[in-house]
DNA sequence: CATAAATACTACCTCCTTGTAGTATTTATA
DNA sequence: TATAAATACTACAAGGAGGTAGTATTTATG
């Protein structure tokens, strides 16, 4: 019923991001905003990189940018990349084959909540919430 | 997203118990029955008991049994002794204040459906569960 | 009374998540 | 070219979840 640490991380992370696409941040900074730990974040940062959500600088008065495609990622992208999706699609109890045909005990109760949270994730972007007045 | 490993079991022997509620079980055969490592039952029963849910006969020929208010049992009740029912009233995002006044970004999308699983939890019974045909 | 079969207790082990530390590499700039 | 400031990489440590193992205790029964 948690988002993992991490996953915390990177939303906070690319939504204040968000506030200010153009802007270039600095590890150091968003460590400092955010209340991150540096070295946590250092190596969260990368693998964000990899997952084409931003894009580094190298070097003196390097850091990190959003890309252009900003407007379009969704939350559960960035799950995925951190957590993985597969819990918000799989049985509540861990049966590997529950489904309609087959049903644990849970499955009518937990199916309609699981596919509306999914269909949340999927479908609400870093631009969405970018604007002001939030907690980040 | 998930239950944990140890709220899973908890909840699928209970719920096999309460197909036959007046009858008794050994962790033995609760462990073949339900595939549940034999040790790892052995330490939840007795916190299971503790918690108010079974009752335990000692010595030969033993075993659990359901304790007769089975039927009031709700899930919230058997998460809430084993994993705790608080990520069902937190911020997804690990806000100590967030709220309503104070949100943040994901708190307007993410409190109804919260909210939703957590009255589910709290209304879904072991008897309303223990219906024959579901996978156990 | 001895034995068998059951729960109860306690210690340990392994893996994953979270977080910490140190060092290497890159690049702007005086 | 030397320095400073930034990212990149790699190893390690602490803690919890899940699981294993062994032993103690209880009780029905021959």
């Known amino acids: 019923m948690k988002l993992s640490k991490t996953s915390e991380h990177a939303i906070r992370v690319l939504v204040y991001m968000a506030q200010n696409p153009e802007e270039q941040f600095s590890v150091n900074t968003l460590h400092e905003t955010l209340n991150i730990p540096f070295k946590y974040l250092g190596r969260l940062m990368p693998s964000l990189a990899e997952a084409g959500f931003i894009v580094a600088t190298h070097g003196k008065n390097g850091g990190y940018r959003l890309l252009s495609n900003y407007e379009f990622v969704?939350?559960?992208s960035i799950i995925d990349v951190v957590d993985g999706m597969d819990s918000y699609s799989e049985c509540i109890l861990g049966f590997e084959n529950c489904?309609?045909?087959?049903?644990?005990?849970l499955h009518n109760h937990w199916g309609p909540h699981r596919d509306a949270i999914k269909k949340l994730w999927e479908t609400v972007t870093l631009k969405d919430l970018a604007k002001r007045g939030f907690k980040i």
């Open 74 to 76: 969704t939350i559960a």
């Open 99 to 105: 489904g309609d045909g087959k049903p644990c005990p």
